[in-house]
């Protein structure tokens, strides 16, 4: 009786669906090496904890080669590998092809950057696919005692040419942020924020996140 009963529930735990949400923290760090003037050598790694805070589910690193052909404008092509665990009995493996476009400009002490990258998707288990992201971050000075930073909000929507289960394929995801950037000495900066993400295709697609972003200059 008992195996007819296991037998008969093992269906609907196969069916069970994947979280629609979920918190996590994430963090970043990247190694700065400057060639030149007008060229730095960037090292990436990521770490993200989700399900809930409770394990790993995406692991990343790469290198990307920054070029500054003017002061207010970035290109860098970039490689990152990815491995994640979005939720229990899925695993995705990815390379990434990046073109980083980046322009920055100020109006008083407001610093706009439009962030523009247009990324090339491999994937083992399916068709190579492409997502073009655009994000607008603005920060301003701030002190409050001796204590300098630079609050920032930014908004990332996203577009891919991937079709997912519905077959829909198009802008897909939104993500909204808020921390601050605080610059401890000359080798070293990080970023502190929360963001919350929205996502209609991917699988936990509606994030709560809390980051950081370390970037060491050597």
């Known amino acids: ?3 007819v009963m296991a037998w008969g529930l093992l269906p609907a735990a196969a069916q069970t669906p994947p979280p629609q949400d979920d918190n996590q923290f994430w963090s970043e760090v990247q190694l700065i090496k ?3 003037k007008k060229h730095d050598l960037i090292i990436i790694g990521v770490l993200r904890i989700g399900q809930d805070l409770k394990r790993p589910v995406d692991e990343r690193i790469g290198v990307g080669l920054a070029f500054k052909p003017i002061k207010y404008l970035i290109l860098m092509p970039t490689y990152i590998y990815v491995d994640q665990q ?3 009995g899925r695993r995705v493996s990815e390379h990434r092809l990046i073109m ?4 920055k400009f100020n109006l008083g002490k407001f610093l706009f950057t ?3 990258l247009i990324e090339r998707r491999a994937r083992h288990e399916s068709r190579d696919f ?3 992201r655009n994000r ?3 920060d301003h000075p701030a002190k409050i005692g001796s204590f300098e930073f630079k609050p920032f909000v930014a908004d990332e929507v996203w577009y891919s040419t991937q079709q997912g289960q519905a077959g829909r394929m198009g802008w897909f995801r939104n993500r909204i942020s808020a921390g601050i ?3 401890f000495n000359e080798q070293w900066n990080a970023e502190f924020f929360y963001l919350r993400q929205q996502d209609g295709l991917q699988r936990p697609g509606d994030v709560h996140a809390l980051g950081t972003l370390v970037r060491v200059f050597w």
Do not use: C, E, H, S
């Open 1 to 3: 009786i008992f195996l």
């Open 34 to 36: 400057a060639l030149d």
């Open 86 to 88: 979005p939720f229990p």
């Open 100 to 103: 980083n476009i980046t322009g």
């Open 114 to 116: 439009d962030r523009n």
């Open 130 to 132: 492409t997502v073009y």
């Open 136 to 138: 607008l971050q603005i």
């Open 181 to 183: 950037i605080k610059q």
